[in-house]
């Protein structure tokens, strides 16, 4: 086992790079060491995927789910069972910057299809990653590629892609759009099987020469005959584009960033950070596992505590790992995708393409709310498993005063630093029925745990990741 | 192909019932489905969720007769319905592997009693998967995620068992579908061991039907089994979306992956009112739809039919096993 700010380390790397752990969990990765925890975690093939077909035997409504929320059950599912927590948090990093909605798309396996190939090729070449882009459907779908003629653009996918997907606004020019969607001319889809009635069927993507336009094209000071792989090509070596990425990686992992539309005008918090995220970039020739490596094992990502708020997915498959009560197959997978959304954060369904706005536009007054009461209600239940298992480690440590029961919960649930207030707080709390003993109060013991827990949940730190 | 033949047999796709529906007309997810001597037949669904938790009473020629149980605790009621069987006097028998517990019904859907008990010890269940009854009018419970087979009367008292967790010998691996031929011999779907496995009716280990050693007639996750009146064996490959068929020495004969080329008239119904659907059909290959998908069970009727139910198709391909069947001239 490691020591005390080891495992709160682990627990800063597992919250970020994951959906946190148990801090039983933490204690074995610690004595492994951080280094060790950053391989394993960016080597997922390390470990077993989720068993698909216990999945499908126990769920088989999940499996082309025929409608929302299923679609993100199954996913909340991979989330909290995945033994390969950075695999599905590359898998919403990507979601939440390549934002494609169920509200246009209408079809959730495909979306789901989406999901799983950036399970497969999230963590390796952001060029190949941009081309199996290019050619999902569901993609392709959502920004009408497949109304993208010869002769008769459609320019929703070409200027994404260099908008929200890659450079980012006042990197490109108009022309450089139109002659973008030129080279994306003939990548659709195919006609598929209608859904109903029986069951889902799924798109394939397909290219047409004939309807490709195939003359050359000026794109971003480059001329050619250029198809979209090229346009991919001389995009993935822009400066601008693993500054974007760069960018993009900190805010998700490493600290709240102003909103995306304003990055143009706005520089990075931490700009000596991202310059070392684009040069890990440029030496790795675009690997996004090089720049993650990079990125958690730097001072600012170590240093970085507690300085991002959860994202609604965060928090309820945070708690719900926590609590142990969602291991393995079960009926209500869809109540934690219901809850998601109630806190804004709609899986596979995000407002727009240009995704969510984060950080603290994660949090209004409603949003507040629900997120509070869902974390304490669940963090305060002593029935369930992962929550026992903290009342069953907080009594094994015997007699404790107020402070050692405050600082033993607090451990326990993070390890979670809060402010003075916060701290006030609880420890007017636990004074109030004095010491913590499980002679004779054992039962009432058990009670004031899951009640000092809930308060945690409660707290204005908890919000925090 | 509509026909197949291989080893002396010969297996005639007929015509397949039912599509996808939440409640009333069609299935949602069917795990397990029970015919009655009168060709009347009891299909389960299990929906997802909170839906679509019933038992539908359909004819083979589609009458849809209606529906009984849905989601919930109660008397009657499912939260994950998994399989289900007649007794000899026609009471319908249905397991629900998150409950732990056997609900039976009459066959207008009344519901009559309960029984079951979770945990792991003898005659406790967890995850009670496939039934069948026995030649004595006991049934057998497919004990699931205690790796084992159970017996019991049909008020629900024990009687005995079999198996344990592993991969050896009359041991299983989450084991799902079970049915017994006319010796009373007992077959089960050993689900993650990847193969059927056949005991006397007493639970002794006689044999195991699984891949040979070219891999030839593999298994991958079989779900369910029958036995027709020539010992043939039939399983549904669940993992491979196929129904695999072996001789009753264990040798692997053919295996059938979906035909309904014709959409069940439930289906056809439903192309018709939708014009948008019949244009998108006319631009598709419809193969993919004729094939199986989820197979999860497998059952053979008195005049050795062969029928097998699609959990992600929500819908029962029937085959005729021909015996009678004259080879056409090869060189028409």
């Not at chain 1, 599905?88 to 390549?98: D, N, P, R, S, V």
């Not at chain 1, 759009?177 to 009635?197: D, L, Q, Y």
Request: one cysteine or more.
């Amino acid at each position: 086992m490691g020591n005390r700010e080891d495992i709160a380390l682990l627990g800063h790397l597992m919250r970020r790079a994951g959906f946190g752990a148990t801090y039983a969990e933490l204690a074995e990765r610690a004595a492994a060491g951080y280094e060790a925890a950053v391989e394993d975690l960016l080597n997922p093939e390390r470990f077993e995927p989720v068993d698909a077909d216990v999945l499908y035997r126990f769920l088989p409504g999940y499996e082309g789910a025929l409608g929302p929320p299923l679609n993100q059950a199954e996913w909340i599912y991979r989330m909290i069972n995945t033994r390969r927590p950075l695999e599905e948090k590359m898998a919403l990093f990507w979601h939440q910057l390549f934002a494609t909605g169920n509200s246009k798309v209408d079809n959730p396996p495909e979306l789901t299809q989406q999901i799983d190939m950036f399970r497969q090729y999230g963590l390796g070449s952001f060029r190949e990653l941009l081309v199996q882009l290019a050619q999902n459907p569901a993609m392709i779908f959502w920004l009408d590629n497949n109304g993208n003629h010869l002769g008769a653009i459609n320019e929703n996918w070409g200027r994404e892609l260099l908008e929200l997907f890659s450079m980012g606004v006042g990197n490109y020019s108009e022309d450089d759009i139109k002659e973008a969607s030129r080279a994306f001319t003939g990548w659709t889809v195919g006609p598929k099987i209608p859904r109903n009635p029986l069951g889902r069927f799924y798109w394939n993507f397909e290219y047409r020469p004939e309807d490709h336009d195939d003359g050359p094209k000026t794109f971003l000071g480059h001329t050619g005959n250029f198809n979209g792989q090229d346009i991919i090509d001389i995009v993935v070596n822009q400066p601008a584009t693993a500054r974007f990425l760069a960018r993009h990686l900190y805010n998700f992992f490493v600290a709240d960033e102003p909103q995306v539309p304003s990055w143009n005008i706005t520089p990075p918090n931490d700009p000596d950070a991202i310059d070392r995220l684009v040069a890990a970039y440029d030496e790795s020739n675009g690997d996004v596992r090089a720049m993650l490596r990079t990125l958690f094992n730097s001072d600012f990502f170590k240093q970085a505590r507690f300085s991002r708020v959860k994202s609604p997915a965060e928090l309820v498959i945070g708690t719900a790992r926590m609590a142990g009560h969602f291991a393995g197959p079960r009926p209500g997978f869809n109540s934690l995708a219901f809850e998601c959304a109630y806190q804004g954060q709609e899986l596979l369904n995000p407002p727009s393409v240009e995704s969510w706005h984060t950080g603290a536009e994660w949090i209004d007054g409603g949003a507040l709310v629900r997120r509070v009461n869902f974390a304490a209600g669940i963090l305060g239940d002593t029935a369930l498993p992962g929550v026992s298992a903290i009342v069953i480690s907080i009594r094994a440590r015997g007699a404790l005063s107020p402070d050692e029961f405050v600082d033993a919960c607090l451990e326990l649930v993070g390890p979670l630093e809060i402010g003075a207030n916060t701290r006030a707080e609880l420890l007017d709390q636990a004074r109030s029925d004095g010491e913590l003993r499980w002679d004779d109060a054992a039962a009432d013991s058990e009670k004031r745990v899951g009640l000092m827990l809930a308060l945690i949940a409660a707290s204005r730190d908890f919000q925090f990741a | 192909m509509l026909t197949t033949v291989a080893d002396g047999r010969v297996f005639d796709y007929s015509y397949c019932l039912g599509m996808y529906g939440m409640s009333g007309q069609g299935f949602w997810a069917p795990q397990d489905f029970a015919l009655a001597d009168d060709d009347t037949m009891f299909v389960i669904s299990r929906g997802a969720e909170e839906l679509g938790q019933r038992i539908s009473k359909v004819t083979l020629d589609h009458q849809f007769l209606g529906q009984f149980g849905a989601f919930g605790r109660g008397d009657g009621q499912f939260i994950w319905p998994r399989s289900i069987a007649l007794d000899d006097a026609g009471a319908i028998y249905a397991s629900d592997d998150f409950l732990n517990r056997i609900s039976i019904f009459d066959q207008d859907g009344a519901f009559q009693h309960a029984w079951g008990e979770a945990g792991d010890a003898k005659g406790q269940l967890n995850a009670p998967s496939g039934m069948t009854f026995d030649g004595s009018g006991n049934l057998l419970v497919v004990d699931a995620m205690n790796h084992r087979v159970q017996r019991f009367t049909k008020k629900g008292k024990y009687l005995g068992g079999f198996g344990r967790q592993g991969a050896a010998d009359g041991e299983f691996n989450l084991p799902w579908g079970v049915c017994t031929d006319d010796a009373g011999n007992v077959y089960v779907a050993d689900w993650k061991n990847n193969r059927v496995q056949k005991f006397d009716a007493d639970g002794n280990y006689l044999m195991k039907f699984e891949a040979s050693p070219s891999g030839v007639g593999d298994l991958h996750g079989p779900s369910s089994v029958a036995v027709d009146s020539e010992g043939d064996v039939y399983v549904t490959d669940w993992g491979s979306h196929r129904l695999q068929v072996y001789a009753p020495d264990g040798r692997f004969i053919a295996t059938l992956v979906g035909d309904a080329q014709q959409p069940s008239p439930w289906t056809q119904t439903y192309i018709d009112a939708n014009p948008e659907i019949i244009k998108a059909r006319r631009r598709v290959n419809l193969e993919p739809e004729w094939r199986f998908r989820r197979p999860v069970a497998v059952k053979v009727d008195r005049n050795d039919r062969i029928m097998v139910l699609e959990a992600a198709r929500h819908r029962i391909q029937i085959y005729d096993k021909v015996k009678d069947y004259e080879e056409h001239p090869l060189n028409l």
